[in-house]
């Protein structure tokens, strides 16, 4: 699968040089990830730039003892640059991916995009946009859990699945869910089995479908 | 005040034009703002890349109710991006600034900052590396707030204030302490009397003195 338009992911195509452009051509590859694929951390090498064509990314913080908590999700025609942290000297923190979904993307190797960034103020500083994005979305992930109660942050999780599933039904259990979030199962059974008290979801055996996403809205906004 | 050697806080300085170093000569203003001013956030404009001279600034996070939490501080030396993060487009979280100690910096403005990385990817290389030491900062406090108990995160602050202030004896109410770590006034004071039941501490009005440091690190490394 050849990738033909670059601008599509890449908005400083055109002011690199047809030398660069051409090194990137030829160095991209295309992969395939299937669902549960670890792509970065841990004992993985470092990856390079991903282009996302389709599928669901999922960057989430690793804790010793193994406990998750989801940072943000890459959908697409996104762009990934952590997987390529490697080449920023400053990065020190472990930084988890996986393929949340069957996933094909493009691969722009670590070493290249570095020579890219160093000869070209647009690819850095696209490069900065890319971590600003990420960055943003970070601070608004620790706002939340700083200020928010638990009710709003897993009614806003459950409407951001919806959305993200294109159903009301999701096949998640209560311990994926505690690990997006960070907490622990029981918090989450609890807080579920209050939303299935007040008619907003309907829980089953690995199953949470939303019966009355209008009140769970209402939730988050109060 | 003039700032002659500018290699000491900006490593690209070599690799600009002439034209480019006589700009940044021209434009940088030395300012100074004693203890308490507000830098930076809520109705204050986009300030500029800061040079801190001496003194000391804390980043924070405000939520809409008044609740503070302590991102990072930058000290002597150090280079305050998020002054100027109406350059950064994809930037979209309000952080506050604010002089904790009376400081003298040097100001360079946004807008010729912004010319500066768009002309020169040494510039923008080292625009992204500022912005991933940040981001390593505001991660490394995430697993903090995650995944450590209360009584180490409290631990680590009064350790990391004495290694700051260069003394054991902290001039510092519960409730500063509290907005610094993004909790209640009641948790700190309940905890500070738990470490002054153990002997790590001696509380009295506004101060809080470390009188076991010792068995205050031991408690961060359990």
Known sequence: MELTDYTDYLPFWKQ??????QQIQKETTFRQAPKGTLLYGG?????????????QLRAFLLSQDGREITLYRLLDRDVCLFSASCILHSIQFDITI????????WLIPPGLYKKITEESAAAANYTNELMSSRFSE?????????????DKRLAEFLLSECDLEGSSLLA??????????????????????YFQSEGFVKLSRGTVEVTDSKSLKKLTET
Request: with cysteine; charged share 25%; aromatic share 6%.
């Open 43 to 55: 004992l993985e090498e470092c990856l390079g730039l991903i282009l996302i064509r389709s599928g």
């Open 98 to 105: 996986e393929a949340e979904k069957d996933t094909e993307f």
């Open 16 to 21: 690199l040089t047809p030398i660069q452009q």
């Open 138 to 150: 970070v601070m608004w992930l620790m706002e939340q859990i700083m200020w928010k109660s638990f």
């Open 172 to 193: 998640v259990t209560h311990e994926k869910i505690a690990n997006h979030l960070g907490t622990a199962r029981e918090v989450v059974t609890r807080m579920l089995r």
